[in-house]
């Protein structure tokens, strides 16, 4: 029985960002520029992932009124058909 030494390289945040933009500016198949760079294919699609999620605006916002709403609402909303949806504070 043969074992084969696996070469693993540990890479950080910054060093992933860098490989892959130097991908994203190769114009090279994602394939074509890992076997050139000795990258593993599947570890850079993973890092692809987690940067853009890292890197996306958060799906909800955080908002306070500047003053005291003039209705008894403390939430009003109106959809485009017409319909209000309305919570009490």
Same mark, same amino acid.
């Given at each position: 029985m043969s074992t084969k030494q696996l070469n693993r390289v540990r890479r950080g945040e910054a %060093?992933?960002?860098? $490989? $892959?933009?130097? &991908? %994203?500016? +190769?114009?090279?198949?994602? *394939? +074509? &520029?890992?076997r050139e760079t000795g990258v593993s294919p599947s570890t850079m699609a *993973?890092?692809?992932?987690? *940067?853009?999620?890292? +890197? +996306?605006?958060a799906p909800f916002v955080d908002v306070t009124p500047a003053m005291r709403p003039a209705t008894p609402w403390s939430i009003e909303i109106a959809f485009p058909d017409g319909t209000m949806a309305r919570v009490r504070g």
């Open positions: %060093e992933w960002r860098t $490989i $892959i933009g130097r &991908f %994203e500016q +190769s114009g090279k198949t994602q *394939l +074509s &520029f890992c *993973l890092w692809q992932r987690r *940067l853009r999620a890292a +890197s +996306s605006p």
